[in-house]
C-alpha cells in the first residue's frame, strides 16, 4: 500500500462482486452489492463499518429516496418502491426478460423524475437502455436506446443538464432534463471506462473510472479539472459527505479480476483535503 492508498479507509465490512449507488440517507451513506442483491448503510461517524439494510433477492442497482419521502429501488428489470418493512413493491416494469436483462445504476432528475439504465448480464449480444419514469403519471419511457452500458446518472446545477455515462463507449453523454431528445458527448474518456458519477457543491462531475483505477473530475463544461488516482481496481461510483472536509466515498467491484488486491471489491472513504 502506497502513503497515498493509506488515506483510505475501509468501510465495508466484506468485499462487493459489484458495489454501486452510492447515496446520502438521512446523514448515512448507502450503497448496493448489485449482483447480490444486497442494501447497506454507514455511519461516518462510527467506527463501525456498514451494515446490511435490505435484500431485493435479484439485482439491484440503487436504492434512493424521493422528494415525496418514499423511497424507490432499480430493482429486477424496473422499479420498486422500498416499503418500511422493507419490502420491494413493484412500480413499473420494462418488461425486458429478467434471464437476459437487469438494470444497472440510476437517479431521480430535479423534475421528480427517475432516470435509470438496463443493460445484458448473460454475455449474449450487448443491449442497453436508458428510462425514464414519471412519479405523476406513472408512466415509463426508453429515453434512449444503443447504450451498451448506462451509468449515472448524475445532474448539474442548473436543474436542465443530465449526465449519462456512455460505458462501453468510454465517454459522457449529455441531455436535457426537460427534454431529453438531442444527445452530445460532454467527455471523451482515456484509459478506462467512465462508470458512476457524482456532482459536488461547485458543480463539479466526479466520475468512477472502471478499470483505471482513478477517478476523473470535471468541470461543468467538461473539461478535466484533475484526476485523483485509488487503491482499487474498479471504481464503480463516488460520492461526497458534506463537512468542514468532506468525506469522499468510493465503491468498487471485485468481479471479473484474475488477481483480487486487498481493497478491490471493498467500499472506501477518505477526507477531500488528503487526495
Known amino acids: 500500500m502506497t502513503a497515498s492508498d493509506s488515506v483510505w479507509r475501509i468501510v465495508s465490512s466484506t468485499p462487493h462482486e459489484l458495489g454501486e449507488g452510492l447515496r446520502r440517507v438521512d446523514g448515512l451513506v448507502q450503497w448496493v452489492d448489485l449482483l447480490q442483491g444486497h442494501a447497506y448503510s454507514w455511519d461516518p461517524a462510527s467506527a463501525e463499518p456498514g451494515r446490511l439494510k435490505h435484500s431485493a433477492g435479484r439485482p439491484l442497482g440503487v436504492v434512493e429516496p424521493g422528494p415525496d419521502g418514499r423511497v424507490l429501488a432499480a430493482v429486477g428489470t424496473g422499479l420498486a418502491h422500498l416499503s418500511p418493512a422493507g419490502e420491494f413493491v ?44 414519471d412519479p405523476l403519471s406513472g408512466r415509463l419511457s426508453q429515453l434512449r436506446s444503443g447504450i451498451d452500458i448506462p451509468n449515472g446518472p448524475t445532474f448539474l446545477q442548473d436543474g436542465q443538464t443530465a449526465l449519462v455515462a456512455d460505458t462501453s463507449a468510454r465517454r459522457i453523454l449529455r441531455t436535457s432534463v426537460r427534454a431529453p431528445h438531442e ?25 468512477a473510472v472502471w478499470g483505471a483505477s482513478r477517478l476523473d473530475v470535471y468541470s461543468s463544461d467538461g473539461a478535466l479539472l484533475k484526476r485523483v488516482p485509488l487503491p482499487v481496481s474498479q471504481p464503480t461510483s463516488v460520492l461526497h459527505m458534506p463537512g468542514p472536509d468532506p468525506l469522499v466515498v468510493i465503491t468498487s467491484a471485485a468481479v471479473g479480476l484474475d488477481a483480487r488486491g486487498g481493497l478491490d471489491g471493498h467500499t472506501l472513504a477518505a477526507p477531500l483535503s488528503h487526495l
Not at 413499473?92 to 437487469?102: F, Q, V, Y
Open 90 to 133: 413493484t412500480v413499473a416494469d420494462t418488461g425486458l426478460d429478467p434471464a437476459r436483462h437487469r438494470v444497472n445504476d440510476g437517479a431521480f432528475a430535479p423534475d421528480g423524475s427517475f432516470w435509470f439504465g438496463t443493460m445484458v448480464h448473460d454475455d449474449s449480444t450487448p443491449q442497453g437502455a436508458q428510462w425514464r419514469w
Open 183 to 207: 444527445w452530445e458527448t460532454f467527455a471523451v474518456v482515456t484509459g478506462g471506462s467512465p462508470d458512476g458519477m457524482f456532482t459536488d457543491d461547485q458543480n463539479q462531475v466526479w466520475n
